[in-house]
């Protein structure tokens, strides 16, 4: 994992951000929630990922993973709930 200088250009924000989604993509399709426990799956994709993104850049966005993915049945309630709220009224 490199450690890249804390001033990004659009275009390394952009490669980092398109090398995030191909390894969360992989990640998805792998049933992996959480970055990092995958094994020898997405290999490829995580090395790019961690070769074009910041370390810090790679921690934000695998916490963001893991908490959004919890909050997916929260989410599903919510809406459940505001369907049916609608409905009544």
Do not use: H, M
């Amino acid at each position: 994992q490199s450690e890249k200088p804390t001033s990004t250009s659009r275009e390394d924000r952009s490669k980092c951000w398109e090398t995030r989604d191909a390894y969360f993509t992989c990640l998805d399709a792998a049933e992996v929630v959480v970055a990092g426990t995958e094994g020898s799956k997405c290999a490829a994709q995580r090395k790019s990922y961690e070769q074009n993104c910041a370390k810090s850049w790679i921690d934000y966005f695998n916490q963001r993973r893991v908490l959004a993915e919890k909050q997916k049945p929260l989410l599903a309630q919510a809406a459940t709930q505001a369907a049916e709220a609608t409905r009544r009224s």
